[in-house]
């Protein structure tokens, strides 16, 4: 690898070459700091679109949405998308999910994914409307109306009570779980926790709202739904959508090391979650149903 520094152009620097390798890839840049300019290589995440098609058994698929998202537990995204979206109830209506070649990925002309779940019975997907493709920090982007997310989600159940010092330590098990973070610094994660503060399962993503889908994906495959005894953390800011898809997973107790909005404040109010916020260091807020949280 050649560090010698990089010629400057009018147009910027010279297009530099990337390697594709699963979750990130290798990118050469170019560093500018004190010593002037050198290259080296660097590590960024993979952003690529995942489309999502779903049917009924002997119906002909039909593609529910496009979602940038990073590549890895493409099979819980979709199942868990799905779920969220209330377009499938239970493990029961699963009859298959499988993977389908279609096109060439925006990197290095890899495949492009497209992964296609069949439910049994009849599909009907006329109740999401999607006018565009949702990117990776947007996945309400083409909703019809709110209403029609949150008419899906009722009340979670009492759920446990946990005490202040376990909430403290959820951020860092979950980072130090966050492999391709490491690697990046670039990915979101959510991780699901059990009410002594295990973390039992974690996913990665360029989009948070994916990484909670495969979280839930990956419990609804294992006939795990609803989660009432359980914690999910999400780095990055909670948005409603967190909080919906949470309401739809059954799960009590959401934690963030950033702000929420405020309409995730009062869906947390309303669906009856426990809503913690600025997790950081040995403080955080809680900013709805705060009796699930007891001092130790």
Not at 37 to 45: N, S, T
Not at 157 to 163: D, I, S
Request: glycine share 10%; hydrophobic share 45%.
């Amino acid at each position: 690898m050649s560090h010698q520094p990089s010629t400057m152009r009018a147009g910027g620097f010279r297009a530099l070459p990337m390697i594709a390798s699963g979750e990130v890839v290798r990118a050469r840049v170019v560093a500018v700091d004190r010593d002037g300019l050198r290259q080296r290589d660097d590590w960024v995440v993979v952003e690529e679109p995942l489309e999502i098609r779903a049917g009924g058994v002997g119906q002909t698929p039909v593609s529910v949405a496009v979602t940038m998202r990073t590549p890895g537990r493409d099979f819980e995204l979709a199942v868990g998308f799905l779920r969220a979206e209330g377009l499938i109830e239970s493990r029961d209506r699963i009859a298959a999910v499988d993977a389908v070649d279609s096109g060439l990925s925006l990197l290095e002309n890899r495949p492009c994914n497209v992964v296609q779940v069949v439910v049994t019975g009849t599909f009907d997907g006329s109740a999401l409307k999607r006018n565009f493709m949702a990117t990776s920090s947007c996945g309400l982007c083409g909703k019809s109306t709110l209403d029609q997310v949150e008419a899906r989600c009722g009340p979670v159940a009492p759920g446990p009570v946990v005490t202040d010092s376990v909430i403290v330590g959820l951020p860092r098990a979950l980072r130090a779980a966050q492999k391709a973070f490491d690697r990046t610094g670039g990915l979101h994660a959510a991780g699901l926790f059990d009410a002594e503060g295990r973390l039992l399962a974690i996913r990665e993503d360029v989009g948070r709202h994916n990484a909670v889908d495969k979280l839930i994906g990956r419990a609804l495959l294992d006939d795990l739904l609803p989660l009432e005894g359980h914690i999910l953390l999400v780095s990055g800011r909670t948005s409603f959508e967190i909080l919906q898809k949470a309401a739809v997973a059954g799960v009590p107790i959401v934690a963030s090391v950033s702000a929420p909005s405020s309409l995730a404040v009062s869906t947390a109010d309303r669906l009856g979650i426990t809503l913690i916020g600025f997790l950081r260091g040995s403080s955080f807020n809680v900013y709805s149903h705060p009796g699930r949280i007891r001092e130790d």
